[in-house]
């Protein structure tokens, strides 16, 4: 399975920005799909994950109810719908995916949120 994500970018505090990771290759055997962010220094933290029949968990608190993450299984995409951006959301965000047996990662969209 090969992920690209776009749609990262420089945006002004409170601004929304939508990313999207598309997938290709063996998508059938996709079992969920997730985000994850990273900043430089700090581990990689996972943001939002959406199981094949499309349940989404949450893993931050600090994007809950601000961060959405719709999918259009059709086009095997996946995207990361992020509202009334802060600072701390300033980051790369990388998409992932897990098979029955592997482990898939994109290369990542830079995100700078400006004050």
């Known amino acids: 399975v090969q992920l690209v994500e776009s749609g990262g970018g420089t945006v002004q505090v409170g601004d929304s920005l939508r990313l999207s990771c598309a997938a290709s290759?063996?998508?059938?055997?996709?079992?969920?799909m997730g985000w994850y962010r990273q900043t430089a220094g700090k581990e990689r933290e996972i943001v939002e994950l959406i199981s094949a029949d499309g349940s989404v968990t949450n893993y931050r608190n600090s994007v809950k109810g601000r961060f959405t993450i719709p999918s259009d299984n059709a086009r095997n995409t996946m995207y990361l719908k992020m509202n009334s951006r802060n600072p701390d959301d300033t980051a790369e965000y990388l998409c992932?995916?897990?098979?029955?047996?592997?482990?898939?990662w994109g290369k990542g969209t830079l995100v700078t949120v400006s004050s």
């Open positions: 992932n995916t897990v098979t029955g047996t592997m482990v898939y």
């Open positions: 290759g063996s998508t059938f055997s996709i079992k969920q």
